[in-house]
Nanobody
């Protein structure tokens, strides 16, 4: 069993910054993708940022130049640094990891519980 626990959400003014973290625990032999999604009220879940085990990153168009994803593989942790936040960034943010739980076994997808980010003056 693998659990992803997120932290770092909260209320911030437009133009402010937040840093989210997501840590996986359980029986873990490897993690490939460490990704971040978000879901605003009335909208579907959208990809915010993606990272590979080799350091390749990708971002949704709406956050390019403002958000940065990073990872600490030794700690099974991903981070999302969010700068110059806008009201339209308000959403629940979810981490999403591709995790190997047995030696040489399959990689399976796991979701964090979500953390609320609210951008308002």
């Amino acid at each position: 069993q693998v659990q992803l626990v997120e932290s770092g959400g909260g209320l911030v003014q437009p133009g402010g910054s937040l840093r989210l973290s997501c840590t996986a625990s359980g029986t873990i032999f490897g993690i490939r993708a460490m990704n971040w999604y978000r879901q605003a009220p009335g909208k579907g879940r959208e990809l915010v940022a993606a990272s590979t085990a080799h350091g390749v990153t990708d971002y949704g168009d709406s956050v390019k130049g403002r958000f940065t994803v990073s990872r600490d593989n030794a700690k099974n942790t991903a981070f999302l640094q969010m700068n110059n936040l806008k009201s339209e960034d308000t959403a629940i943010y979810y981490c999403h990891f591709n995790v190997q739980t047995t030696p040489g076994g399959n990689f399976n997808l796991y979701w964090g519980q979500g953390t609320q980010v609210t951008v308002s003056s």
